[in-house]
């Protein structure tokens, strides 16, 4: 499959990060082949897309996501809840547990067609049922699958449901990962998954460390999400929650750490020697109120910071937007954390999903992954390598995604889905399960 798109704005995000005026992008098979003026590509095309009026994206990185949380839309029954521990207790916890497999598959469907729609054509989420447990990654597999996206998941290992769910977990994480490593579907990859130092003993620790270094994958996990985290941690063992996952050799390079909102200067030091992936979710953290981490003094000790929604949204301009104005406030000056942000989402999240999937992702170049999208824009002021990132934030964001393609395929194009689907039929499907699922709630 030979696929041309022409007309449109190149944008490759990257840093640099390019506009290329004149271009076009040649996609054969799942790879980018060619960029370059369309006079210097040659024919034949199975497709040929026009993108006159259009910007022309990678596909966008979710680095942190929960689909399991689908189904709690509208749920009103839980109780008020005046702090971070509370919403967990009150809410994720009680509708977790309740979780059943088909629960997770349909979470998945639902929110993934939500991605194709916003452009996240690349998401890493973290996977909670604790009543579910064994084969819940494999159904979340087959909707990403079916709909034809990318997603690396993981289990989130805790101790807060006793040891045979604690088991469990690291079950499904090691046969995750191996199927994952045996099958080398471009579509899937694993990470080790851990719920947060504050729900994990060091005994399930060490065996998660142990069980994670034997499969290869690195992990990912919350941390330092709320000041309870930290309160928590220091209480019983004596260490912050940073510490603690260092000693074990859980925070790596090849890991992701969820959050950093409340760490001190032993952790950032830490954090940045570790060479893990630190991922923000402002959004989520200010739904909690639990905090705005200091991306930029994490960023200024060499901390490498992507960005995550926590499942607030699968529409990473909106997050990294809000992320932006986070940032504003949190350094009480509104010029600060720029570029911090959009290299979190634009630069980061592009190099964590490479490091991932082990090919270059989230970027317009040659060899790259033919993830890409096209936007409708018409840039009402000069738009070149000075002005893009301004753009992205202020204009891009704004304006409709038109086509989805991920590893060459087309998922949506002229604002209509092209996977199999019939949109109305899930979405019944989807409300008669979470009605079940609020009764049990
Ligand atoms: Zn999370």
């Known amino acids: 499959?030979?696929?041309?798109?022409?007309?449109?704005?190149?944008?490759?995000?990257?840093?640099?990060?390019?506009?290329?005026?004149?271009h076009?992008?040649?996609?054969?098979?799942?790879?980018?082949?060619?960029?370059?003026?369309?006079?210097?590509?040659?024919?034949?095309?199975?497709?040929?897309?026009?993108a006159a009026g259009k910007a022309v994206l990678p596909g966008l990185i979710n680095a942190h996501m929960h689909y399991y949380s689908t189904l709690v839309r509208g749920l009103g029954k839980a109780a008020p809840s005046c702090n971070f521990r509370e919403v967990l207790e009150n809410l994720w916890w009680r509708l977790d547990r309740k979780l059943s497999l088909d629960d997770v598959e349909v979470s998945a469907r639902v929110i993934l067609v939500d991605a194709i729609r916003k452009g996240t054509t690349t998401l890493i989420d973290h996977h909670a049922s604790p009543g579910a447990i064994l084969g819940s990654l494999k159904r979340i597999a087959l909707a990403v699958k079916d709909f034809g996206v990318r997603s690396c998941l993981c289990y989130e290992v805790s101790d807060r449901d006793g040891e045979q769910v604690t088991t469990e977990g690291l079950e499904e994480n090691c046969a995750f990962a191996r199927e994952c490593a045996a099958a080398g579907d471009p579509h899937l990859r694993a990470l080790f998954g851990l719920h947060a130092a504050f729900t994990l003993s060091n005994k399930t620790l060490a065996r998660a460390a142990h069980l994670g270094h034997e499969t290869?994958?690195?992990?990912?996990?919350?941390?330092?999400?709320?000041?309870?985290?930290?309160?928590?941690n220091r209480d019983l063992f004596g260490k912050t929650p940073v510490a603690r996952l260092v000693s074990h050799g859980i925070l790596k390079k090849g890991s992701i750490a969820a959050h950093a909102v409340h760490v001190d200067e032993a952790d950032v030091e830490a954090l940045a020697g570790s060479g893990a992936w630190v991922v923000h979710n402002p959004q989520s953290n200010l739904n909690n109120a639990a905090g705005v981490a200091d991306v930029v003094g994490l960023v200024k000790r060499g901390v490498r910071v992507g960005l995550g929604t926590d499942a607030m949204t699968v529409n990473m301009f909106e997050e990294v937007r809000v992320g932006l104005w986070a940032q504003h406030l949190r350094q009480n000056n509104p010029s600060c954390g720029f570029m911090e942000?959009?290299?979190?989402?634009?630069?980061?999240?592009?190099?964590?999903?490479?490091?991932?999937?082990?090919?270059?992702?989230?970027?317009l170049a040659e060899g790259a992954a033919a993830d890409v999208i096209l936007v409708?824009?018409?840039?009402?002021?000069?738009?070149?390598g000075d002005t893009v990132l301004?753009?992205?934030?202020?204009?891009?964001?704004?304006?409709?995604?038109?086509?989805?393609?991920?590893?060459?395929?087309?998922?949506?194009?002229?604002?209509?889905?092209?996977?199999?689907?019939?949109?109305?039929?899930?979405?019944?499907?989807s409300r008669a399960l979470a009605e079940r699922l609020w009764d049990r709630f």
């Open 376 to 384: 409708d824009y018409h840039p009402p002021t000069p738009l070149n």
């Open 390 to 429: 301004g753009h992205l934030v202020f204009g891009i964001s704004q304006a409709p995604v038109d086509t989805t393609i991920c590893g060459g395929r087309i998922l949506m194009e002229g604002k209509s889905l092209k996977i199999d689907l019939d949109e109305a039929e899930l979405a019944r499907k």
């Open 216 to 232: 290869g994958a690195g992990f990912h996990v919350h941390v330092a999400e709320a000041e309870s985290d930290v309160a928590s």
């Open 24 to 50: 076009a992008v040649l996609i054969e098979g799942d790879r980018i082949a060619q960029i370059a003026p369309p006079e210097e590509i040659h024919g034949p095309f199975d497709r040929v897309l026009p």
């Open 1 to 22: 499959m030979r696929l041309l798109i022409t007309g449109g704005t190149v944008i490759t995000f990257g840093n640099p990060c390019q506009v290329l005026e004149g």
């Open 341 to 363: 942000l959009t290299d979190a989402l634009f630069v980061e999240n592009p190099r964590i999903a490479s490091a991932l999937w082990g090919f270059p992702l989230g970027t």
